[in-house]
């Protein structure tokens, strides 16, 4: 056991809010790749961190369903690591590591809170860092 030496009260605590949607500088700093929920598929986690401006060091996460029964799914994954590729002008990708380290602009949108999860920050699209206006 071990003594807090005060009284937590999570009623006191606030959630965090998600990064406002706009265009950010950012960075892919951490890629994985986990199975589906269903274990029937493969997710792109990425970590995008934000390095410039009011909202830097915020990380973005995002998941893109690389492999999933639903084509849909899949296409939409597809287009949106197309999408990057090209904003970090990687043409032929075999190590999402080729990703981290290189800037590019995301342009967000607040996600709205869902099945219990809190809205959240997620990419729109993708964009080259020459289109970045501070």
């Not at 899949?74 to 999402?96: F, G, M, S």
Request: charged share 25%; proline share 4%; hydrophobic share 35%.
């Amino acid at each position: 056991m071990a003594m807090l030496g005060s009284i937590f009260k999570a009623e006191d605590v606030q959630e965090d809010q998600p990064v406002p949607a706009g265009e950010y500088l950012c960075q892919v700093v951490k890629s994985t790749i986990k199975p589906t929920k269903a274990g029937n598929g493969k997710r792109l986690i990425l970590n995008i961190k934000i390095i410039e401006g009011e909202y830097a060091n915020n990380v973005i996460f995002e998941s893109l369903n690389i492999e999933n029964p639903n084509p849909k799914a899949e296409q939409i994954a597809h287009r949106q690591l197309k999408q990057l590729c090209e904003a970090v002008e990687v043409t032929e990708l075999e190590d999402t590591a080729e990703l981290h380290g290189i800037d590019f602009v995301a342009k967000t949108k607040i996600q709205e809170a869902k099945d219990g999860w809190p809205a959240k920050c997620v990419v729109q699209t993708y964009m080259h860092a020459d289109c970045y206006d501070e």
